[in-house]
Each structure stands twice: as C-alpha cells, then as structure tokens.
C-alpha cells in the first residue's frame, strides 16, 4: 500500500494540474471536481485521501465498496458508484449511494427510482456514453441519449445529472480531446433539452488534462493519487 505521506503529495500535485489545466483552458476556478477511486484499495487509503482534502469517493464493486463504507462511517464522504449494475444489485446502489455514473439501462433506471429510500435525497445519475461505439463496452450509443434521459428526469427517485464516459486508451493528447469533444456536444445537446445538467464526467489518470480542456466538470483519479493498482483486486 502506498504510504499516506504519498497519498497525500500525489493529491497536492494533482490539484495543481487540474488548477493549471482550468487556468489555460479559460475555464472557472475550482469548475473541476476531483474524485478519488478506489478500487481495490484499502479504507485506510481512503481515509489518508479524505485528510488530504478529497470528498469524493468512486468505487466499482458492490461489495468491496459496502465494506470500505462500512469501516469509514465516521468521514463525510460522497460516494459514486461508478461500476456496472446488475439488476439484482440495483437495491444496494439506491440505498448506498449518493451518485451512479453508469447508468446506461431503462429497467435499472425504472428499478433504482422503486429502490431508492424515501428518507433519502435523490439519487444523482449520470448516462454512460459508449462514445467509442466499442462492442464489449457498457454504455449507450449518442442517438438513444434523449430517450433514456428522459426516463430519468421522470423519475422522482432519480436526478439526471449528466453524461459520463470512458473512452479508448489514446496516449496522444490531441486525439484525446477529439473524443472529449464529442462527448461535450452530446452533453451541449442534452442541456439544451435538460438545462437543469450540469456533470461532465470524463478524464481519468492518463487524460484528464485533455477532459478539462474539452469541458469536464468532474474527473476520476485512481493510479495518480494510489499508485499502480495491484493486478488481483481484493480489499
Ligand atoms: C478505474 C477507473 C478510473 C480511474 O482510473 P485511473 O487510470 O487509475 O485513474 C476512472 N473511472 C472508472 C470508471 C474506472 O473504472
């Protein structure tokens, strides 16, 4: 595990480039929302990323996240579900979760708006964008984002929040943005039907910089704040 004291630079140093990239992007102070994720990492990583300044927290897996939660009550964390749902696990997402990124299915939208805990805020969902169009992807196709985002704005469990995607490793950072850019527009094209959305979820380790240039709102961190992630996931 990667000792706290690194946890704790590799945020610093992060925040910076994320400050310069809004700075030389003409983009707003602080309009860039850092989440940490932490899959496969230790609930003490958790807890020395909290220290250093993080609140958002995503996680992939169901079960390793309830066990992380369950250690780390005592913090004010807000937690994204930001792996695939199954619909037999759609209930520990509605009661667990303050924000699904994922979303790319009717019935798991229908479902979670069923599960969701009345004492509970709405749960804050963004579609998956499949903007690769890559076959063994998860993630809707550009065309069928009006449909389902409609679905979630009808439903008062749920609150639409925006778009979210993962695009295909590129290492160049001009073909980066290219991608980045298309999913802003799809995102330009749902505010103009929603105005009410405002997450832009894209950029992860090797392109975030890229996603801040093409208008991300919010990134997804992992091996920059933890180090390289162990091969075999495991708590
Ligand atoms: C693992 C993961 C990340 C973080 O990836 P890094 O390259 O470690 O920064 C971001 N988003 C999703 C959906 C992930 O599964």
Not at 63 to 84: F, M, R, S, V, Y
Not at 154 to 183: D, K, T
Not at 191 to 208: I, K, N, Y
């Amino acid at each position: 595990m990667t000792p706290p004291a690194s946890i704790n630079s590799n945020i610093a140093e992060l925040s910076r480039r994320i400050r310069l990239a809004e700075q030389e992007n003409g983009r707003e102070a602080n309009s860039v929302t850092l989440m940490a994720v932490s899959k496969t990492r230790p609930a003490a990583a958790i807890r020395a990323s909290v220290a250093a300044g993080i609140s958002h927290i995503g996680e992939n897996y169901l079960q390793e996240a309830l066990h992380k939660q369950d250690l780390l009550q005592d913090l004010n964390i807000t937690w994204h579900c930001i792996g695939p749902v199954q619909s037999n696990k759609s209930r520990t997402v509605a009661e667990q979760f303050d924000w699904l990124h994922t979303l790319d299915r009717e019935k798991i939208a229908r479902r979670l708006n069923e599960q969701r805990p009345a004492h509970r805020p709405p749960l804050n969902v963004c579609l998956q964008v499949n903007i690769d169009e890559e076959p063994q992807k998860a993630g809707i196709v550009a065309a069928d984002i009006p449909a389902l985002a409609a679905t979630v704005a009808s439903l008062p469990g749920l609150r639409l929040r925006g778009l979210m995607a993962i695009p295909a490793a590129r290492s160049n950072p001009a073909e980066q943005r290219q991608v980045f850019a298309r999913l802003r527009h799809c995102f330009e094209s749902l505010q103009a039907q929603h105005p009410e959305v405002d997450t832009l979820s894209m950029g992860m380790s090797r392109d975030f910089e890229a996603a801040i240039a093409e208008g991300a709102t919010l990134v997804r961190i992992g091996t920059e704040i933890f180090g390289p992630r162990d091969p075999a996931p495991g708590v």
